[in-house]
């Protein structure tokens, strides 16, 4: 089961920006790096964002992510409904064993 | 480029074993600055994290409190592959299941296989 905290759903018009959160704890979130996850129907999850804030290359400035504490977001600009998929947080625990986010579903209106 | 290609059954009888393979392409198994891991993906309990092996001068594995006295993950070298077993399988175990790639000391899958959707059914 998941062990992060996301919202069910968000969602905006195209061009507009939305804002997913993760919620965790001091034992996974307040003392590791957050990796952020789109998943699009029937495929496998894609790496968006890691060691908080950083884009693997190829992905766009529209997304961006940060943390403070036990709590990390993540930010999308400019929507498109390309965009329109499932995210979801990722980190590990204090021993070190993997935990995602429950998963946010991203609608553009 | 690094690719993971999944392989292994589809439908697997409750009581039995679980068994799947993760094939290695441009990347080592072996390798010290990498690890392997086996993840789900339910309905029920959305993405599950379940183990990872790697190699740091000597073979290590890490598992989740949830199927820890379940599962198996095993490195391959000379095919260069991994493996998932999951024992003593029931319907609970049905999900779609990934193998993939974290770096070392880093909070992130980067490569990911194609997905196998396991049926756990009589």
């Known amino acids: 089961q998941s062990v992060l905290t996301q919202p069910p759903s968000v969602s905006a018009a195209p061009g507009q920006k939305v804002t997913i959160s993760c919620s965790g704890s001091s034992s996974n979130i307040g003392n590791n790096y957050v990796s952020w996850y789109q998943q699009l129907p029937g495929t496998a999850p894609k790496l968006l964002i890691y060691?908080?804030?950083k884009r693997p290359s190829g992905i766009p400035d529209r997304f961006s992510g940060s943390k403070s504490g036990t709590s990390a977001t993540l930010g999308i600009t400019g929507l498109q409904t390309g965009d329109e998929a499932d995210y979801y947080c990722g980190t590990w625990d204090s021993s070190l064993r993997g935990v995602f986010g429950t998963g946010t579903k991203v609608t553009v209106l | 480029q690094v690719q993971l290609q999944q392989s292994g059954p589809g439908l697997v009888k409750p009581s039995q074993t679980l068994s799947l393979t993760c094939a290695i392409s441009?990347?080592?198994?072996?390798?010290?600055?990498?690890?392997w891991n086996w993840i789900r993906q339910s309905p029920s309990r959305g993405l599950e994290w379940l183990g990872r092996?790697?190699?740091?001068?000597?073979?290590?594995?890490n598992y989740a409190v949830s199927v820890k006295s379940r599962i198996t993950i095993n490195p391959d070298t000379s095919k260069n592959q991994f493996s998932l077993q999951l024992n003593s399988v029931t319907p609970e175990d049905t999900a779609v299941y990934y193998c993939a790639r974290d770096r070392t000391g880093d909070c992130y899958y980067d490569y990911w296989g194609q997905g196998t959707l396991v049926t756990v059914s009589s």
């Open positions: 060691d908080n804030n």
């Open positions: 441009g990347d080592s198994v072996s390798s010290n600055s990498a690890a």
């Open positions: 092996t790697y190699y740091r001068s000597k073979w290590y594995n």
